[in-house]
């Protein structure tokens, strides 16, 4: 029986990169997002055996398992070596100390480059790894860089354009954790092939638990995992989308060492904890508490929002919009509502923090490590809030190009059509005229929908009615919002929801054992509203313009003449400028 191809007992990241090398058509790669991981292993003197490597043990037991010698350097420890005998080899040819791998990056790479010169006159293959690369050669403006830092540019632009290295089987990899922290020159020169390690998928991610388990059973002489996990290898490996290996072997070793019951819980919380440190103050994961039964009125957009959910959890991904932009004036619950309606999907929710940074290529990068994460997590909800303030725009100026690149980079993964149902995109605003039409475009945020002050007695006393469950306060008689409060007058969620907060408070203060009508109506009558009305009514209007379903505004809206509202809207939005 003939052997499988050994290419196809490779991941694909690393099929292509074989390919690439066999062809001789490129000789040096930077490879990046999930580096720091652990790499399948199948091992070809034992069929049937996997083991989990490092990925430098990796490329060194597989793609470069021919080459004469394998050169591993970073700036810690310099040039070093897996195999003692090339460790010995090179030290004797180039007639170096242990001492001198300890020098400048400019030092080693030359180092590097005479013992591959006379390598190739003796016919020997050299591979050669360089971890940590962005600390070689960092992103930097050029006249900022230093004279080291361009020293190694310019000589690893060389290797890779160097016929010689091709024709006689040397190879460079370069490895990092983002694209953006490497010297843009050198990401940019075309003779440098860039390859991506993903995250694993889900039968990767059971494939490595099973794999754990065995060899936990095998050095216990009993099956240990059915002690300590309420849940199958299947449900772990489903509920860990995000997770690389080194984070699920954490995940397992914790609750085998700390008698902890592996639950959905358990899986929430470790998975919530291994996201948040590995972009720390960059994303914040959301549990929401409700779905939309929560939401008092809206029982249009509720309805409409209900049918999208259904349309996710049933993985129509194709029916789906991209994103959704949520609009309307202050304190009209928008975040409350979108929440709500992640919670009724029931997919993993996370908000976008401050990302950006004062140095040159900090800012890109994080936003690189942000969207590779949510590449690993789909399905999963993004909610960015304030969103005409955090986007910015592509004509921002003063900061090197920083906010430019990074708009770019951003509509670029909103508007990639491969991840529609998969990563669904949240923006939540008062003005959306403020936000970039490349942002609110349809194949971005498709769906448009206002969300505004209840409009009729019903719909406020609906509202009175559910804040008042909300915050368990039972009034000592059944009392309307009419009974208490001038319902002519508008009124937001946020108002009800302080006011019913004070209503708490004064009890608390006087002591009193119920909640009388009474007092209900001089918590109410003292409140004055801080809103300005124009403002709250440019806000209000920009939210109908943007509103991409007539059935969705209200009634008062829904026919009104187009060209007068944008008439009033841009004479408040003038006033409101001066």
Request: net charge negative.
């Amino acid at each position: 029986m003939t052997a499988p191809d050994p290419l196809h007992r490779m991941p694909s990241w690393a099929q292509d990169m074989a390919r690439k090398i066999l062809s001789r058509t490129v000789s040096q790669f930077i490879l990046y997002n999930n580096v720091r991981d652990l790499v399948s292993y199948a091992d070809p003197v034992k069929p049937g055996v996997t083991d989990y490597l490092s990925l430098a043990e990796y490329l060194s037991k597989t793609i470069f398992a021919d080459r004469a010698t394998v050169i591993l350097y970073d700036i810690s420890k310099g040039i070093y070596f897996l195999n003692p005998a090339m460790q010995t080899d090179f030290f004797k040819t180039m007639q170096m100390t242990q001492s001198d791998m300890m020098r400048q990056p400019s030092f080693a790479l030359k180092a590097i480059e005479i013992f591959i010169r006379l390598s190739i006159e003796k016919k020997k293959s050299v591979a050669v790894i360089l971890d940590h690369a962005e600390m070689i050669v960092p992103m930097t403006l050029s006249s900022a860089m230093a004279m080291e830092d361009r020293k190694c540019l310019v000589m690893l632009k060389k290797w890779a354009h160097d016929p010689n290295y091709l024709q006689n089987g040397v190879t460079m990899c370069l490895i990092t954790d983002n694209l953006s922290d490497l010297n843009d020159r050198l990401v940019r020169n075309t003779a440098t092939e860039k390859i991506e390690i993903e995250y694993p998928n889900k039968d990767e991610r059971l494939h490595f638990i099973q794999y754990y388990i065995q060899t936990e059973k095998n050095q216990k002489s009993s099956n240990t995992f059915d002690r300590y996990s309420a849940v199958t290898t299947e449900t772990i490996a489903h509920a860990t989308a995000g997770l690389n290996r080194r984070q699920l072997h954490k995940l397992l070793a914790y609750a085998r060492e700390n008698r902890a019951t592996i639950d959905f819980g358990y899986l929430v919380e470790m998975k919530k904890e291994f996201i948040e440190d590995e972009c720390a103050g960059l994303l914040e994961i959301i549990e929401p508490r409700q779905n939309l039964d929560a939401v008092a009125g809206y029982d249009a957009i509720k309805a409409k929002l209900r049918g999208l959910a259904q349309a996710i959890k049933s993985g129509n991904h194709d029916t789906v919009p991209m994103g959704y932009l949520f609009s309307g004036p202050v304190g009209t619950g928008k975040t409350f509502l979108v929440l709500s309606f992640v919670g009724e999907i029931g997919i993993p929710c996370v908000k976008f923090l401050n990302f950006r940074e004062q140095w040159v290529g900090v800012t890109e990068a994080n936003l690189e490590k942000i969207l590779n994460l949510l590449k690993a997590m789909w399905p999963i909800a993004v909610i960015i809030d304030e969103a005409d303030a955090f986007l910015g725009d592509r004509n921002e100026s003063g900061d090197s190009g920083t906010s430019n690149r990074v708009f770019a980079q951003l509509a670029g993964f909103m508007g990639d059509t491969y991840y529609r149902g998969k990563v669904i995109w949240f923006l939540i605003t008062c003005r959306p005229d403020l936000l970039p039409i490349d942002m609110k475009r349809q194949g971005r945020a498709e769906e448009h929908i206002g969300v505004f002050y209840p409009d009729t007695p019903e719909e406020k006393n609906l509202l009175f009615k559910m804040m008042l469950k909300k915050y368990n306060v039972v009034p000592e008689a059944d009392v309307t919002l009419a009974d208490i409060f001038d319902v002519s007058l508008p009124i937001s969620g946020a108002d009800m929801e302080s006011l019913i907060t004070r209503v708490r408070m004064e009890q608390a203060v006087t002591g009193a054992a119920s909640i009388t009508t009474e007092s209900l109506r001089k918590v109410f009558g003292d409140f004055i509203p801080t809103n300005d009305p124009e403002s709250i009514e440019l806000q209000t209007l920009s939210a109908v313009i943007e509103s991409t379903s007539r059935a969705l505004l209200p009634s008062k809206y829904r026919d009104m003449d187009r060209s007068a509202i944008r008439k009033r809207f841009d004479m408040l939005k003038r006033e409101d400028a001066f």
